[in-house]
């Protein structure tokens, strides 16, 4: 089984509406680590596991909400917009 068909069994076996406030409860992780960076109190092991646990619920999201192709394509176009950005503010990007 990979890696999306895990995921898939997660939102199937324990429902869209409890992997949704998973996966907010996930974001809130993440938030609360990065703000006790910004303190000095950064502990990069935690911040990877809740990047990770974030990256899970995100793609179960995708998932839940068959949003594969559209994140795609909307990440380009985000992406290429900062692309743009940076080239327009003097940092030059290929």
Same mark, same amino acid.
């Given at each position: =089984?990979? *890696?999306? %068909? /895990?995921? #898939?069994?997660?939102?199937?076996?324990? #429902?869209? *509406? /409890?992997?949704? !406030? !998973?996966? /907010? $409860?996930?974001? @809130? *992780?993440?938030?609360? *680590?990065?703000?006790? @960076?910004?303190? #000095?109190q950064t502990d990069r092991q935690h911040i990877a596991e809740e990047i990770a646990d974030v990256q899970? =619920? &995100? $793609? %179960? =999201? =995708? /998932?839940?909400?068959?949003?594969?192709?559209?994140?795609? +394509?909307?990440?380009?176009?985000?992406?290429?917009? &900062?692309?743009?950005?940076? +080239?327009?503010? #003097?940092?030059? !990007?290929?």
């Amino acid at each position: =089984m990979n *890696e999306r %068909q /895990i995921l #898939g069994r997660a939102v199937s076996f324990y #429902g869209s *509406e /409890i992997q949704r !406030v !998973v996966a /907010i $409860e996930e974001l @809130s *992780e993440l938030q609360k *680590e990065l703000y006790k @960076s910004l303190r #000095g109190q950064t502990d990069r092991q935690h911040i990877a596991e809740e990047i990770a646990d974030v990256q899970i =619920m &995100l $793609e %179960q =999201m =995708m /998932i839940l909400y068959e949003l594969h192709y559209d994140v795609v +394509a909307w990440r380009w176009k985000k992406v290429d917009r &900062l692309r743009n950005r940076l +080239a327009r503010d #003097g940092k030059n !990007v290929r």
